[in-house]
């Protein structure tokens, strides 16, 4: 019991604390600086500017109740009640810095791109890690992801908020509000994949060698990584192969390819991305994982 609701009060802490970050990305970096902001709270800025007395924050709240209530079914309760948290809070705070401490100044619009993108990326990132979401567009890539479940949840979102940054840049009247929006946009993906799934990505190698009772060996007692043993033909030899499938962390690339090359020179190595690698060694499986 006491475990659960250790669990639980740091789930919200740190849903709190990326909220937090969130808000302040966007009224330091984006609000100011006219950059156009993707999701429901790109929306909200053009609302804004056409009805300056709606705070954007309220109205993100407001834009968020009937996307919820489609949600409801799909999401299921947990998602729904720290996703409309993390909503709130952001909201909140987005139209309570403003209150309190005014608007920020203008800054030097590539800045504001660079280090917008970083706070909105890590901030958002943690958010889905909480298994949670901002509510708006995160919430319409959360439910994309149960269908498309390959692609990283960040290229989803970039690919949603495209639209309404477009949007966004066409209510301001002003082209670079677009382009440097893009931007943002660009780095904010790179930021919450990494920190989704890591900065250590995974790769993956098919070794084809006539020494590969040698390599396996070495690999499994110098490198520390599983090898699975394949077996293949050759197309046109139609000779039997022996295909060595290793998973390992980027960080080893050049130890497994120097040490299959001074055993085999002749070796033929093929190494690929990993998008996910989940078991002993790596990352564990998660409930609602993305």
Known sequence: MKQRVYKTFTAYLWLTLASAVYALGFNWCYAPNLIGFGGITGVAQIIHSALPWAPIGTVVILLNIPLFLLGWRFIGGHLLVTSLYAMFVSSLMIDGMTALAGPFRPMEPLLACIYGGVLMGASLGVVFLQGATTGGTDLIARLL??????????????????????AVAVAFGNLNSA??????????????????YGLDNAKVAYIISDRHREISDAIIRDIDRGVTILHGEGA???????????????RQIVAIKRLV????????????????????GFRDYKQNDI
């Open 179 to 196: 382009l440097y929006g893009l931007v943002a946009l660009y780095i904010s993906t790179l930021v919450m994949d990494m920190v989704l």
């Open 236 to 250: 046109y030899s139609g000779a039997e192969k022996k295909v060595l499938l290793v998973a390992f962390k980027q």
């Open 145 to 166: 992801k149960l269908r498309l479940a390959w692609l990283p949840i960040g290229k989803l979102l970039m690919v949603i908020d495209l639209v309404v940054i477009v």
């Open 261 to 280: 090359k001074e055993l085999d020179p002749a070796a033929f190595i093929i190494v690929c991305e990993a998008h996910e690698v989940l078991g002993d």
